[in-house]
């Protein structure tokens, strides 16, 4: 299921700032997985660290997403910059569903002139990507039917 999660930023928090609590929301949400660790995700987050701050320091976050893509998490990620951060209501808590994750990706946006740095960054740790992200899991189920009738049928009549 696609979700959202969106961080004030500057003038509530300074980029660095910023970047730490979007690295707390990443390594919450992936911790709960036995195959995964949330040192890995800190680690991958620190990489990005630099290409991050920038992101959120040019207003980047704010129009482009950072999208985590673990298990059954599909989550968009951005910042609130100026007044509108002022006001703005965060939900910092773990998204949930990465329990059963054997993986997960952090896809950065790389917005001119930002690119290169970005490049950098996902070069240097294999959780990082500036592809644009792959449709979650759910995504594509939700293009389906939400009921299959013949289970539902086979069900009702004992079969």
């Known amino acids: ?3 959202y ?3 004030a930023a500057s003038p509530v928090r300074g980029a660095s700032a910023t970047w730490q609590v979007i690295t707390d929301l990443v390594a919450d949400t992936v911790a709960p997985s036995a195959a995964l660790s949330r040192a890995e995700a ?3 987050m620190s990489v990005a660290a630099p290409a991050g701050r920038m992101l959120i320091a040019g207003g980047h976050l704010d129009r482009h997403p950072l999208t985590l893509v673990a298990g059954l998490v599909h989550c968009e990620i951005t910042t609130v910059s100026g007044a509108a951060a002022l006001t703005a209501e965060e939900n910092l808590n773990s998204v949930p ?3 059963a994750a ?5 896809y950065l946006p790389s917005p001119e002139p930002l690119g290169a740095a ?3 960054a996902v070069a240097g740790h294999a959780r990082l990507s500036d592809a644009a992200p792959v449709a979650g899991p759910l995504a594509a189920a939700s293009s389906g039917p939400l ?5 539902l049928r086979n069900e ?3 079969r």
């Open 1 to 3: 299921m696609l979700r």
């Open 5 to 7: 999660r969106t961080v």
């Open 42 to 44: 800190e680690q991958a």
């Open 97 to 99: 569903g990465a329990t």
């Open 102 to 106: 054997e993986s997960f990706i952090i």
């Open 118 to 120: 970005v490049s950098a």
């Open 147 to 151: 009921i299959e009738l013949g289970a």
């Open 156 to 158: 009702v009549t004992g």
